[in-house]
Structure formats: structure tokens, C-alpha cells
Nanobody
Framework: QVQLVESGGGLVQAGGSLRLSCAASGRTISDYDMGWFRQAPGKEREFIASILFLGSGDSTYYNHTMKGRFTISRDVVKNTIYLQMNNLKPEDTAVYYC????????????????????WGKGTLVTVSS
């Protein structure tokens, strides 16, 4: 079983940047597809991005509304994935969650998020006007 701990959230002004981290322990992230979601109060959980760890090379998927501002990446040595967030907007305010699954493809994270096995507890990002 893998444990996930998010960090890096906080308060930033509109137009600013944050880099979120998701540190995994117990297992190597190379055995999992991983991703980021967010949820604002009163709104549904929203897919942000996922990363697939493939023998032929990693692949990434993005919510098209955020692509270009948000970038997902990984560091296998540190057993950590990241979410770089640039040009933040007040509507980006939400709790951001890291997720992982050993068997469910990251390509299916947007449509089958309810099946994902492992989740972090989230980190709060607040963007002020």
C-alpha cells in the first residue's frame, strides 16, 4: 500500500505561481499511474492532470482548460510528483489532491476517478484577487 502526502499549498496573489508536491512512501511511484485533482467548496471534484509511467516513455494528460498553466512531472529518485501552477486565478482556489492507482490507467482518471485506490488528504490553495 502506498501513502501520499501533498504539500506546497498556501495563499498567493492572482498571477502568481505555486509548485505542489506529492511525496509517496511504501512503494515506488514507478509502479503507479498518478494524477492531480481539485475540489472547491460546493463544486464537484475536477481532474487536472495525470502521468502514466510506461516502459516506452511517460505520457501526460491534461484538463484542456488548465493545459498551458499547469504542468505535471515526476522525480523517481525522490519518489515524488509535482504540479507546477502558473498564472493562478481566483477560480483556482480549491483543495488539491494527489491520487495513485497501480492498475487503473491515468488516461481513465478523468472518467473513473471514483475507482482510484489511493488519495492524499489534500493541500489548500487560495488565490486572492
Amino acid at each position: 500500500q502506498v501513502q501520499l502526502v501533498e504539500s506546497g499549498g498556501g495563499l498567493v496573489q492572482a498571477g502568481g505561481s505555486l509548485r505542489l508536491s506529492c511525496a509517496a512512501s511504501g512503494r515506488t511511484i514507478s509502479d503507479y499511474d498518478m494524477g492531480w485533482f481539485r475540489q472547491a467548496p460546493g463544486k464537484e471534484r475536477e481532474f487536472i492532470a495525470s502521468i502514466l509511467f510506461l516502459g516506452s516513455g511517460d505520457s501526460t494528460y491534461y484538463n484542456h482548460t488548465m493545459k498551458g498553466r499547469f504542468t505535471i512531472s515526476r522525480d523517481v529518485v525522490k519518489n515524488t510528483i509535482y504540479l507546477q501552477m502558473n498564472n493562478l486565478k481566483p477560480e483556482d482556489t480549491a483543495v488539491y489532491y494527489c491520487a495513485a492507482d497501480r492498475y487503473l490507467s491515468g488516461a481513465l482518471f478523468p472518467s473513473r476517478a471514483h475507482e482510484i485506490d489511493y488519495w492524499g488528504k489534500g493541500t489548500l490553495v487560495t488565490v486572492s484577487s
